[in-house]
DNA sequence: ACAATTTAATTCATATGTGTAATTTCTTGG
DNA sequence: CCAAGAAATTACACATATGAATTAAATTGT
């Protein structure tokens, strides 16, 4: 057999290509809570770490600081997010949710499920672990 | 079991944020060859689809006519492609690699092709074939 | 204590993606 | 042929991402 694993081929730009796709429906989706998609990740991320630095939410969208700077800094403009100086230490500063920042997470969180379902509903539980345990290792391949 | 298919949860956000890890590694090893991410899957696709159109493109790329409207005319600048009008419709021009594009393809591939066995040396064939399935499944939910 | 390093956040220039509107060019029904 | 609509591209405003350089603050080695 000359070609081998012929699936395997081209696949970062099949995953770029998918997630193209994939991020444009997002948008759609979540156009009707009136919110983008880098936003509304960062609303979903925030529920789960309330108060957490700029630098870890970066991290946790799989981001980078600057992009987060000026995400924050738009989302603040909107009402959804604070920041705030922290004690601890005079470099970093805490971000956290406003209540208008947790209605809207809500939202985006029943947006989000019903788009996960459309995006789930073709594959078995354990192929859906295939597919979690690869975008998991994906993130950590270099995550620095 | 109260807690049903908890892997599937957050699916868009696990990708999403697989995502962004993947494509800054990406744009990090393609930086060797001086290229962007968004050009070199565009070098990649008109390797296969030499002289398409700009709509052809976009779709090809994941992405959509406005934006391959910049990132053809970035390239253009780069000598890497060049538009050509079509003779059989006066609406839509067609694109073609240069030799200096060609050559670019090249180092690309190289590059894209270490990248990817990285990425898949953790899973076996029929893993792979799963998260083949799911990405391209992933790109023609609704491709417009 | 102090200089060198590191780290957090920001700023800047540039590249990229998105929706909406405008332009030009087919195509089609009357 | 002409008006209406559709299609391909472009223009525009804005949101987002990246790397490089900057600033301020903490840490470390001596």
């Known amino acids: 057999m000359a070609i081998a694993r ?17 991020s444009r429906r997002a948008g759609a989706a979540l156009a009707q809570v009136e919110i983008k998609p880098a ?36 989302m603040e403009k ?6 705030r100086a922290l004690q601890s230490d005079g470099r970093g500063k ?24 459309k995006l789930s509903k073709n594959f078995t539980d354990a192929e859906m672990d295939t597919i979690y345990k690869f975008l998991t290792i994906s993130s950590h391949l270099g995550s620095k």
């Not at 770490?49 to 992009?67: F, K, M, P, T």
């Open 39 to 74: 936003q509304a990740m960062a609303l979903v991320y925030l529920g789960y770490h309330n108060g957490c630095q700029l630098s870890e939410l970066a991290d946790g969208v799989g981001s980078n600081n600057a992009a987060v700077t000026g995400l924050v800094t738009r």
């Open 78 to 83: 909107a009402g959804l997010v604070r920041r």
């Open 6 to 22: 012929p699936t395997h081929r081209r696949l970062f730009a099949v995953f770029d290509h998918a997630h193209g796709h994939l």
């Open 94 to 117: 805490s971000v956290h949710l406003t209540n208008q920042g947790l209605l809207k997470r809500e939202q985006v969180m029943d947006t989000l499920r019903k788009f996960d379902e």
